[in-house]
Nanobody
């Protein structure tokens, strides 16, 4: 499968918003957003099970981010509000044909196809 293409990263000030897009080449059941800051492990941000529009979030999100997929589209969006300096990282989109269920959505090893990543920098 061709890797998904991410877009929408950039540099913003604390408290501002960004919307990331992930465009997969084919329809997938589970699409996840992960992030990796310098010197840290990759962690799940959010995931969506596209067949049932079920969403999952990392514990740190606390209502600031929303993952969604518009009806009839393959593209998945990650709306990030109230960004903080600690949100600075490379954000990756990953896809899998299986479901997101259980703990699979949070495990990078369960996603076989990854995008190149898009940098998000939050700085004053």
């Amino acid at each position: 499968q061709v890797p998904p293409v991410e877009s929408g990263g950039g540099t913003v000030q604390p408290g501002e918003s960004l919307r990331l897009s992930c465009a997969p080449s084919t329809q997938n059941n589970c699409i996840g957003w992960f992030r990796q800051a310098t010197g840290k492990e990759r962690e799940v941000v959010a995931a969506i099970y596209t067949k049932g529009d079920v969403t999952y979030y990392g514990a740190f999100v606390k209502g600031r981010f929303t993952i969604s997929q518009a009806p009839g589209e393959r593209t998945v969006y990650l709306q990030m509000n109230d960004l903080k300096p600690e949100d600075t990282a490379v954000y990756f989109c990953a896809v899998r044909t299986g479901p997101c269920g259980g703990s699979a959505y949070a495990r990078p090893s369960r996603y076989p196809v990854w995008g190149q990543g898009t940098q998000v920098t939050v700085s004053s």
